[in-house]
């Protein structure tokens, strides 16, 4: 079963503008990954959050993570085209095992 | 430098036929995947393993079989296709620790009929 759910499932915005998606997972993680698929491809790793740590930036990336209410979520600023993509969060619970969510799927309009 | 690498990259099965879906990285990465994707529903783990020679079931194993004989190939078997397991294919590897990320191939689209 999945572990993380992504919210939401679709979003719309104008270039320029901000996109904020998140993810709920329910058990204890080790830490939280985001990766983007741009389509017909696969996935490319984004950015990770350990579970000690509250706020990560990766140049227009910014993730949280609230372990108490176990959520995440990624924001992205500055909207552009190439940003359109399905992104998914990932929960590491050992060394071996990923498990991914849903998705959301962001449409970046000109 | 090539990363993961799955062959074929498109395939149209009958219900009933086999084939086998390669996977190759060039990164020394002791762990590989096999996941399917299917719309809205995210990616699956079909099997994985943790090094040379061993395989481990995931989330949706039935109807496959893998194998490990080199570090850097995984294979994906299926014996007897069924329309089912019509999907989107992803391999994906990465380095044992925790923290490191996983690395796809660009998957393998397989449409049986």
């Known amino acids: 079963s999945q572990q993380g759910e992504e919210d939401p499932q679709a979003l719309s915005i104008q270039e320029g503008e901000n996109a904020t998606m998140n993810c709920s997972y329910k058990?204890?993680?080790?830490?939280l990954q985001w990766y983007r698929q741009n389509s017909g491809r696969g996935l490319v790793h984004l950015i990770l959050i350990r579970s000690n740590e509250r706020e990560k930036h990766s140049g227009r990336l910014r993730v949280t993570l609230d372990t108490s209410k176990k959520s995440s979520s990624l924001l992205i600023t500055a909207s552009r085209a190439a940003d359109t993509a399905s992104y998914f969060c990932a929960t590491v619970v050992n060394d071996y095992k990923l498990s991914f969510g849903a998705g959301t799927t962001v449409t970046v309009r000109a | 430098n090539a990363g993961v690498t799955q062959t074929p990259k498109f395939r149209v099965l009958k219900t009933g036929q086999s084939m086998t879906l390669l996977c190759a990285q060039d990164m020394n990465h002791e762990y590989m995947y096999w996941y399917r994707q299917d719309p809205g529903m995210g990616l699956r783990l079909i099997h994985y393993?943790?090094?040379?020679?061993?395989?481990a079931k995931g989330e949706v194993p039935d109807g496959y079989n893998v194998s490990r004989l080199k570090k850097q190939n995984f294979l994906l078997g299926l014996e007897s296709a069924a329309p089912s397991q019509t999907s989107v294919y992803f391999c994906a590897s990465k380095y044992r620790p925790f923290d490191q990320p996983q690395h796809f191939g660009d998957g393998t689209r397989l449409s049986i009929l």
């Open positions: 058990t204890s993680i080790n830490n």
């Open positions: 393993s943790v090094g040379e020679g061993t395989t």
